[in-house]
């Protein structure tokens, strides 16, 4: 009998092609490859000497039960079928979100084999990676090592993986970046350091992100390199740079725009005296105040609005923003005035001075964009007695934006007044729009305690026929689902 | 109303769903959001209830459990829609609560009963002997001239030589499969089907094309072969066999431990393959079942338990599908099917059963303290000796397994190890 590779040869060329072959030369290369085909596949010979990867070592929470991991799995399957109409993508999204976080609340990990699917939502879904971090336990880590698309997690869980100093001479701005992070983490000093004596040598591509590394620790002694970065070529750099000053209490930075805040805004008695700023320097404009107004504002009042949004909150030496406030103030100035203080509480969050300039701004478009920056930096309990009172009054531009965000699941008080609310509005046909939103809002932020009164609502709605009912029994469903989620994780 | 009624797992219900997108849309129905009045009743098993869709009204739903077979008014074609799996997750998570059955469920199981008399009549029939003769001569005839059709074919192919075979499309393929489905040769005609999937690798084709021709030239001296093999050949050919005469055969108890379960569907038929394995006789067998596209297979061993049956087992050389004949009691989770030690020892007992059916295709496995390992995929045991996978995403597995030695079921084929199922810390996951 001839060998394997043989009889192939023969039987690619065709036994008509071939000399000296007779009649049956088709028939009897046929017999031989039965022969063969039965010998190559029962004498398969395994491969040897490999080497399984190493053991992921054993997680110290236990999984969560079968039931909470089939909910997990349905949520991350791309079509999930609607059995409501609110069950869409992003729903979906803060459902699994949700399950995550009492996972990790209650000490439960996913079962491994959902971790695949899991760090594969993730990918696309930056909030969601610290979640799965601390749900996916250890095995997940594990499995990050061993697929390159999911190496985002290593970074977040896990610093050691980057702790590498040849990533600091020689990676990839992606590596760079990742292991000034880490020793940022662990040795601020040492971090600013490295930088520092890099800093001349950076791209300006390289530069922007591997200053915002400094956030995290930051402190006076950063302030050199910072202050430095104020006078950086490129933009972002210095935003960043003004950013983290900003947010140094005692930086010669916030010292300077408090000088000038108090310039164009002085306390003389019971009043405040306004006197806009009459140009806006290259001191100024290094602080990061912008020169140009937008179109339809004058320069003085808008170099007002700067200087007063740039000033750290310090500068003002009064018992209680309230008090500040409530002094009486030049008349045309007085709206450039709240703006610029109310920006400053914005973007330096603080929920007294945010309370306080909230309730003096106007109706400008311009205000109301204001208004909704203001919202989440007001103390929980100011935001949800806001919401509380906007929902009485009906006002579905404003309750919209205070609803969303409340902290979530919200406080019983507000819950009460928003399914009170819901009831109302599905009473007036003219406000449908109205409902589905406000319906929307609350099926993923009521606490899933209120699935029953939910329920209840919906069955009342459809036993009375003015009412609408879609949106309520949408509500009802979502809750009632959150609420199985939450039963089932265990 | 008793209150006792056996609930399903899970597993077990969606089993019963006729392709994944209804099981999906199954499990999002198996929660209490959308039913309404829901409940269940032990005689007849039943459970019932509405859900609300998109429409006005909602549907009712209703399932007769001792089938089971399945009702609703939604407008869907498959068997059972998504309603019914809906409302037997419902019930397989305990949340529908035994009540007295409702007028229009009570209509429904009553017209049931009745259909199932006349159905046993009809089979009834259909057995006579007679009849049963003439239609086997005929059958017969019709393979003889298949075979003799298919070998001028094979033969023609070798002539020609594989080189241009290996570009040509499925149509060359289909056309002899078609002469072969109608000769009433469907095994030969699957095999020769089959042959397309090979045609890249002319190694792959010339084996396969060798084999198909090995069992023609058997199926022509059927006469001189031992009895066993020779109903291996009829079997390979096609050649149906009674259920009534397998059950009339030996039976061989014992607790079969379900190891795997696959589907494979084309345009006309969905094909179920589960495996068994013998706890005390360390036998291996097979339970196909057969649905029509849309229909439900049945579902009633479920990967991850054990029962304690009789099996009759198909004739052959090498014995391996069988019928459940008999059950002795109600099936019971196992946290580790019995198994090949050492993967050497799985390939020798693959080397016998080949030696006894050439044309096996494929063989399952139970492998215990293996790794599944990246790249290329494979399963590794502790002496460094490995196996390649078959599958495309094997991440659950890994993922699963994590680095650690678990069992892993599957079925072995010429393209590698296809696992069906993975024991790890005593839970079973699927791939």
């Not at chain 1, 590394?213 to 402190?219: A, C, N, P, V």
């Not at chain 2, 004949?325 to 002795?328: D, G, L, N, P, S």
């Not at chain 2, 050439?358 to 295709?361: A, G, S």
């Given at each position: 009998m001839s060998g394997w590779s043989e009889l192939l040869s023969a039987a690619l060329l065709g036994t008509s092609r071939a000399p000296d072959q007779g009649d049956d030369a088709a028939a009897d290369l046929l017999d031989r490859a039965a022969a063969w085909a039965g010998y190559r596949r029962a004498g398969a010979v395994l491969a040897t000497g490999s080497q399984p990867p190493a053991a992921a070592e054993a997680e110290s929470l236990p999984v969560v039960a079968a039931a909470a991991a089939g909910r997990l799995a349905l949520l991350l399957e791309e079509s999930g079928s609607g059995a409501t109409r609110f069950l869409d993508a992003a729903t979906r999204e803060s459902m699994v979100d949700e399950w995550l976080a009492t996972a990790r609340a209650r000490g439960r990990l996913v079962p491994p084999e959902l971790l695949p699917a899991l760090l594969d939502y993730g990918l696309p879904r930056r909030d969601l990676r610290e979640a799965i971090a601390a749900a996916g336990g250890v095995r997940a880590q594990w499995l990050a090592q061993h697929n390159p698309q999911w190496t985002y997690l290593g970074g977040i869980a896990d610093g050691s993986t980057v702790d590498n100093p040849e990533l600091w001479a020689t990676g990839t701005h992606a590596q760079r970046l990742g292991y000034l992070a880490t020793a940022r983490r662990t040795g601020p000093a040492l971090a600013r350091a490295l930088l520092e004596a890099e800093w001349p040598a950076l791209t300006a591509e390289e530069r922007p992100g591997l200053l915002a590394?400094?956030?995290?620790?930051?402190?006076?002694?950063d302030e050199a390199l910072l202050e430095r970065a104020?006078?950086?070529?490129r933009r972002e750099v210095r935003l960043e740079a003004q950013r983290l000053l900003a947010g140094l209490d005692s930086s010669a930075y916030n010292a300077r725009a408090a000088a000038r805040a108090l310039a164009v805004l002085a306390p003389v008695g019971a009043s405040l005296t306004v006197t806009p700023p009459a140009e806006c320097d290259k001191a100024m404009r290094r602080d990061g105040i912008a020169p140009k107004p937008p179109t339809g504002m004058g320069e003085r009042a808008w170099w007002l609005e700067e200087v007063l949004a740039n000033a750290p909150l310090w500068t003002w030496p009064s018992p209680s923003p309230e008090e500040l406030l409530g002094r009486s103030v030049d008349e045309d100035w007085a709206a450039t005035v709240y703006r610029g203080l109310a920006r400053a509480a914005a973007t330096r969050r603080d929920p007294d001075w945010a309370a306080a300039t909230l309730d003096r701004l106007g109706d400008a478009p311009r205000d109301r964009e204001l208004r909704a920056a203001l919202y989440p930096v007001l103390a929980p309990a100011n935001l949800v007695d806001r919401a509380t009172r906007a929902l009485a009054g009906g006002a579905a531009a404003e309750w919209g934006l205070l609803l969303s965000h409340c902290p979530t699941p919200w406080p019983p008080e507000l819950a009460r007044a928003v399914l009170s609310g819901v009831w109302t509005l599905a009473q007036q046909p003219k406000l449908s729009g109205e409902l589905y939103h406000l319906c929307r809002l609350a099926a993923l932020r009521l606490p899933v305690g209120t699935a029953g009164e939910a329920r209840a609502l919906a069955e009342r709605a459809a036993a009375d026929p003015t009412a609408r009912t879609t949106a309520l029994e949408s509500l009802a469903d979502v809750l009632s689902l959150r609420l199985d989620l939450n039963r089932e994780i265990s | 109303v008793p209150d006792d009624l056996p609930r399903w797992s899970a597993d077990q219900v969606l089993a019963l769903a006729p392709d994944p997108s209804s099981q999906k849309a199954g499990r999002g129905l198996g929660t209490a959001a959308p039913w309404r009045e829901a409940g269940c009743a032990a005689d007849p098993a039943s459970l019932w209830g509405f859900c609300q869709g998109s429409g006005a009204n909602p549907y009712q739903t209703v399932v007769d459990l001792s089938e089971p077979a399945y009702r609703c008014s939604c407008p869907s074609r498959k068997f059972p829609c998504k309603h019914a799996i809906g409302l037997m997750l419902l019930w397989s998570g305990g949340s529908v609560p035994p009540a007295p059955p409702p007028e229009w469920v009570r209509e429904w199981l009553e017209s049931r009963t009745g259909r199932k008399e006349k159905a046993q009549e009809r089979a009834a029939r259909a057995a006579d002997p007679a009849t049963a003769a003439a239609t086997l001569a005929r059958r017969t005839g019709r393979v003889d001239g298949g075979v003799a059709e298919l070998q001028r074919w094979l033969t023609d192919q070798l002539r020609q030589g594989l080189a241009g075979t290996a570009r040509a499309g499925y149509g060359h393929w289909d056309s002899m499969a078609a002469r072969l489905v109608d000769a009433q040769a469907p095994g030969l005609a699957s095999a020769v089907r089959r042959l397309a999937l090979s045609a890249a690798s002319p190694e792959r084709l010339l084996a396969e094309l060798g084999l198909i021709w090995l069992l023609t030239r058997a199926y022509q001296r059927i006469d001189e072969l031992p009895e066993d093999v020779a109903a291996t050949v009829r079997s390979r050919i096609g050649f149906p066999v009674a259920t009534e005469e397998v059950l009339a055969g030996p039976r061989l108890r014992d607790e079969w431990a379900v190891v795997g379960q696959r589907d494979e569907a084309d345009e006309r038929l969905t094909v179920r393959r589960v495996w068994l394995r013998g706890v005390g006789s360390g036998r291996s067998a097979l339970v196909l079942s057969f649905a029509v596209a849309g229909q439900a297979l049945t579902a009633d061993l479920v990967p991850g338990t054990s029962i304690e049956a009789d099996l009759c087992f198909y004739p052959g050389r090498l014995p391996l599908r069988a019928l459940v004949?008999?059950?002795?009691a109600e099936a019971r989770g196992i946290s580790r099917p019995p198994g090949s030690s050492t993967m050497e020892e799985a390939m020798r007992e693959y080397a016998a059963a080949l030696a006894d059916e050439?044309?096996?295709?494929r063989w399952p496995m139970v492998l215990h303290g293996v790794v599944p390992a990246p790249a290329p995929w494979r399963l590794v045991d502790r002496s460094g000796e490995a196996l390649p996978l078959d599958l495309v995403d094997p991440w659950r597995l890994m993922a699963a397994a994590g680095g650690a030695p678990v069992t892993v079921a599957g079925e072995w084929s010429v393209a590698g190890l296809r696992p069906l199922a993975l024991w790890s810390a005593d839970r079973l996951v699927r791939p």
């Open positions: 590394i400094l956030r995290e620790g930051l402190g006076p002694d104020l006078d950086d070529r | 004949a008999q059950r002795h050439p044309w096996l295709d």
